[in-house]
């Protein structure tokens, strides 16, 4: 395929997010990885949830579902099973996907589907006007919880570690060219990618800014081994630095994969005789 500009892969619906939300870097970020790998539109699958980054399937030329609260996950994994050549990225905010969604994490992460999983992060439900997340920190003031947050934030890079993803990364949305980077290391790994973009939301969360993150965010050390999961969680619990980058990376058989080496097996049998079958049952 010849490769495409950029632009080639914006839809016809523009993003109608807040001025300055954290989302249009990692949206820019996810064209120029489109186009940077050369993907054929026609190729690739967007599954989003519920979220202000529901929407971004709608602002992306490529097929696109803007699933229910929650179940981005499950969607996608049927899509890759059902079309396995398609290219199945997933997009989602840190409500949709470790709240009402985080019972699917650990199946999509286990089973090494082979998807791209970027977890839009602002720590914040935006889209409701501000409420405490599973990642908003403890003290965060909000409607909901105007004598501040009592609740301990999840860890989304230990927490996919935990969960024996094959591919874990983090990525800063006002670092375009390597959010880029991350989105194509990620789309060309088979097997379960997950990115945790951190995404400020300029409207209702004050704390976590592009200022706040200005003075925290790092690149992992060159010399961190990403095969190394023991090291991989050293860097996640460590809160002195934001550390940006893969956390992790192995190479294991994808889900897909294995399904078709089930269904060949079983094609060997030749068909079934649905006769014999039923007089089992006689």
């Excluded at 059902?82 to 994490?105: C, K, S």
């Excluded at 619990?237 to 294995?258: C, I, M, R, S, T």
């Amino acid at each position: 395929m010849t490769k495409l500009a950029k632009e080639a892969y914006k839809g016809n619906v523009k993003p109608i997010w807040c001025p300055g939300c954290g989302d249009f870097g990692v949206l820019t970020s996810l064209y120029m990885a489109m186009a940077e790998l050369e993907l054929d539109p026609k190729k690739v699958v967007v599954v989003s949830g519920i979220g202000c980054s529901g929407r971004l399937p709608a602002f992306v030329k490529d097929y696109g579902f803007h699933g229910v609260h929650g179940r981005a996950l499950p969607i996608a994994q049927g899509v890759k099973l059902a079309r396995p050549e398609l290219t199945v990225i997933v997009v989602g905010g840190d409500g949709d996907g470790f709240g009402i969604g985080g019972g699917h994490l650990p199946h999509a992460a286990r089973r090494n589907v082979d998807l791209t999983y970027i977890v839009l992060d602002n720590n914040t439900y935006g889209l409701t006007k501000g409420q405490t997340s599973p990642t908003s920190v403890v003290g965060y003031q909000t409607g909901s919880t105007p004598y501040g947050n009592v609740e301990e934030p999840l860890n989304p890079i230990a927490l996919t570690l935990a969960h024996d993803a094959s591919f874990v990364a983090r990525g800063y949305s006002a670092q375009a060219k390597h959010m880029t980077e991350l989105i194509m290391e990620a789309v060309q790994h088979r097997g379960f990618s997950f990115i945790q973009a951190l995404s400020p939301c300029v409207t209702f969360n004050h704390r976590e800014t592009f200022k706040f993150y200005a003075s925290l965010v790092q690149p992992i050390p060159v010399e961190h081994d990403p095969t190394n999961k023991l090291k991989a969680f050293e860097l996640a619990y460590n809160h002195e630095k934001v550390w940006l980058g893969v956390f992790y990376q192995v190479k294991k058989a994808p889900w897909d994969e294995k399904i078709e080496a089930v269904q060949h097996r079983a094609r060997e049998k030749g068909p079934a005789d649905l006769e014999k079958i039923v007089a089992r049952f006689a």
